[in-house]
């Protein structure tokens, strides 16, 4: 997740058996259907269209990214034209977490509390990250190891250090503004979020720390996207 922790829900149907490595997509499918019958996943021309067009944006540099990293080159091959969707259920909580298979969801919450494209797009990256190296994956083991029905995990912070720092390298080679990832990731330790519980308070410092050393190496970089008319008419139809 991005900054909390990652929910990880299956249908009891789901849990009663081991889940094989294969059967991700499966889950992933199991848990939209089960937000969308607990919160529902919110449905519009222009919500489609802007989550479309971020994923496409944002998942064409995926691959080269994933090659940038730690990530076992064959590893890295499904990335290729891989299919990132993106969602948002209904909660005011601004939230963000990864199913796997490419599902990444985001609350509406989230949606309101991101003030520009690029803040969003830097939650969405980091959620991207997350499931390129590996974490979602392994966290999904976890959990049905564990027989949990609806166990949630949370990620060390090496692995959120490790998202942020590849989910600010898509958002660069996407030609995002790098700076507006600061502004996304103070979202969540906000206390008026009421995300700052269980958090430790050093994580915050760290965290952006690593963000502000990360972009100062990328130096001068081209004019980048801070925000867009499709994303100002989402907000506006929200209420935002």
């Excluded at 939209?32 to 944006?57: H, K």
């Excluded at 730690?70 to 091959?77: F, N, P, T």
């Excluded at 499904?78 to 990864?98: C, G, H, L, T």
Aim: glycine share 6%; proline share 4%; with cysteine.
């Amino acid at each position: 997740m991005l900054l909390l922790s990652i929910l990880l829900i299956s249908m009891s149907t789901a849990c009663s058996k081991p889940l094989p490595v294969g059967l991700e997509s499966e889950a992933s499918m199991s848990t939209l259907v089960w937000l969308d019958d607990q919160y529902g996943i919110m449905r519009s021309r222009d919500l489609s269209r802007l989550l479309n067009r971020m994923s496409r944006r944002l998942g064409a540099v995926a691959y080269g990214a994933a090659l940038e990293t730690e990530v076992d080159a064959s590893d890295a091959r499904k990335f290729i034209d891989y299919p990132w969707q993106i969602f948002v259920m209904r909660s005011e909580q601004p939230n963000a977490f990864s199913p796997g298979a490419g599902v990444i969801v985001l609350t509406s919450g989230m949606l309101r509390a991101t003030r520009t494209e690029a803040q969003l797009a830097a939650v969405v990256s980091h959620e991207m990250a997350h499931q390129i190296l590996g974490h979602t994956r392994e966290a999904l083991r976890e959990a049905h190891s564990s027989k949990q029905q609806k166990p949630q995990y949370s990620y060390n912070l090496k692995e959120e250090v490790d998202a942020d720092t590849l989910g600010l390298k898509i958002m660069h080679v996407a030609r995002y503004d790098l700076v507006h990832a600061l502004q996304a990731l103070s979202i969540g330790y906000s206390p008026r979020h009421g995300h700052t519980a269980g958090i430790p308070e050093e994580w915050l410092s760290i965290r952006m720390s690593n963000l502000h050393q990360s972009i100062d190496g990328y130096g001068n970089y081209l004019p980048a996207t801070q925000t867009t008319r499709e994303f100002s008419r989402v907000r506006k139809h929200l209420g935002s």
